[in-house]
């Protein structure tokens, strides 16, 4: 069983930040790409950040320059620092990683958790 646990969510004022965190527990044999999802009501899933094992990132469009993602190998972690942050940013945040377990290679998905930007 793999389980992805967030952390760091909150409310926070237009031009604030948060900083988010997502530790990956359980059978893990390899931890490949990871990343962090959001999908504010109404609307579809979409990709914020994305870290491969090697360290390659891609971000959205519209969080490059404010958004950075980070992993931690070791600590099975990766980190989302969120700066400037705009009303548009709120959303729930998911985390997401490509983790091949002892019997299968699948993507899993953390429980989510909401970033309110607003005054």
């Known amino acids: 069983q793999v389980q992805l646990v967030e952390s760091g969510g909150g409310l926070v004022q237009p031009g604030g930040s948060l900083r988010l965190s997502c530790a990956a527990s359980?059978?893990?044999?390899?931890?490949?790409?990871m990343g962090w999802y959001r999908q504010a009501p109404g609307k579809q899933r979409d990709l914020v950040a994305r870290?491969?094992?090697?360290?390659?990132?891609n971000y959205a469009d519209s969080v490059k320059g404010r958004f950075t993602i980070s992993r931690d190998n070791a600590k099975r972690t990766v980190i989302l620092q969120m700066d400037s942050l705009k009303p548009g940013g709120t959303a729930v945040y998911y985390c997401?990683?490509?983790?091949?377990?002892?019997?299968?290679?699948?993507?899993?998905w953390g429980q989510g958790t909401q970033v309110t930007v607003s005054s």
């Open positions: 997401n990683a490509d983790v091949q377990a002892m019997v299968s290679r699948r993507q899993y």
């Open positions: 870290i491969t094992g090697d360290g390659t990132t």
């Open positions: 359980g059978s893990i044999f390899s931890l490949y790409a």
